[in-house]
């Protein structure tokens, strides 16, 4: 499977209308918040819905580091897992009808797995990655810039 980058750069610009969010590596993402506050809380929202377009275009974005000046925006683990069900289900050409007959479930039930709005638990997606021909793999990684301890 491809690697679909989970985590990406983005500029503010301030405008009369609030705050201009710029996503240089998947510009279909870029949107405008009345507050950079709002911006950096929905951003994984727009990334993930430009991101799933992407992947049905089958043309995931390259992304670069950030340069000076840039945030990062990461997506979420739990939309993360979605989001790579979804690319290794259309890599593999698994629609949902033949999905739900694997996993015994109704139609429905699983067209909510692909809904990026609907929260899905972790087990259900890995449930359906299992059935698509892969699984969930976690890591934990030390975050970039220092230690957390609490003095």
Do not use: W
């Amino acid at each position: 499977m491809n690697q679909i980058p989970l985590i990406y750069r983005y500029r503010i610009e301030r405008r009369p209308d609030g705050y201009r969010f710029r996503f240089p590596d998947l510009k279909e993402a870029d949107f405008t918040a009345e507050t950079a506050e709002d911006g950096v809380r929905n951003a994984p929202d727009h990334l993930a819905r430009a991101l799933v377009a992407r992947i049905h275009e089958k043309n995931p974005p390259a992304t670069e580091r950030a340069h000076k000046g840039e945030g990062i925006a990461q997506i979420p683990p739990s939309l993360a897992a979605k989001i790579l069900f979804i690319a290794r289900s259309e890599e593999v050409g698994m629609y949902p009808a033949e999905l739900a007959r694997r996993l015994s479930m109704k139609p429905q039930e699983v067209h909510r797995i692909y809904r990026l709005e609907h929260a899905t638990k972790i087990d259900t997606i890995n449930m359906a990655l299992n059935a698509v021909g892969s699984r969930i793999a976690l890591s934990v990684e030390p975050l970039e810039g220092g230690s957390s301890k609490m003095s």
